[in-house]
């Protein structure tokens, strides 16, 4: 039986740029921190967002990290400081998406560009290595936003075997990213929003 690593030895790896010690870190709060955020922001969409921005700060300032320190206090730190900056910014949320287009520079649209092919092509590798069944399902239900009823009457299945299936595919498909080093950080963390749906919603 494998000893699961200690957030002090995760957090030593983290700080020497290992994506899997983060990968792994991510996997093993991401839930708990997107219930935390959830009872604040009462958006799963906000709350998802919440998470991504949270790791993806433990990551741009992993050389800062200090191991000895309870990592689990440090992370919900952050995230209470992103929940109040977002109740800020929704009271102007509208000015600054304006702002936001009106004022985006050439070169933001285009890394913008280049992380969004990312993102389809990691995404893609990974739909191919479903069952032609499964991969069907997921993407009813995670690209096209389908209900698992409707799923259910498309395909002429059962609800519980959509179920099945759908969380059969995320979890396929979330050790393989989990695992592939070749995924950089900031899409690892735009797919954990398509991946890593609320807890209520898996059934495994």
């Known amino acids: 039986m494998s000893i699961l690593p200690t957030d002090c030895t ?3 790896r983290v700080s020497n ?3 899997l010690a983060f990968r792994i870190l991510f996997h ?3 839930n708990k921190l997107y219930r935390f955020s959830l009872r604040y922001v009462k958006s799963s969409a906000v709350a998802e967002d919440i998470v991504q921005d949270t790791f993806l700060k433990i990551w741009e300032q992993r050389q800062s990290l200090q191991p000895q320190l ?3 206090a440090y992370l919900f730190r952050i995230s209470r400081n992103q929940i109040f900056n977002e109740f800020k910014k929704s009271t102007y949320q509208a000015a600054f998406e304006q702002f936001t287009l009106q004022n985006a520079s050439d070169n933001q649209q285009t890394e913008w560009e280049v992380l969004a092919n990312d993102y389809q092509e990691v995404l893609q590798k990974a739909l191919e290595q479903l069952p032609p069944q499964r991969k069907q399902i997921f993407q009813l239900s995670r690209l096209e936003g389908l209900s ?3 799923i259910a009457q498309q395909l002429n299945l059962s609800k519980n075997t959509i179920k099945v299936q759908i969380n ?3 979890k396929s498909i979330r050790e393989s990213l ?3 080093s070749e995924v950089s950080v900031p899409v690892f963390l735009l797919l954990s929003k398509l991946l890593y749906a ?3 919603e898996i059934y495994f």
Do not use: I, Q, S, W
Request: no cysteine.
């Open 10 to 12: 995760l957090v030593t």
């Open 17 to 19: 740029g290992d994506e």
């Open 28 to 30: 093993r709060y991401r």
């Open 70 to 72: 309870n990592f689990e």
């Open 148 to 150: 698992h009823e409707e």
């Open 168 to 170: 059969k595919a995320l």
């Open 178 to 180: 989990e695992m592939n």
């Open 198 to 200: 609320p807890a209520t």
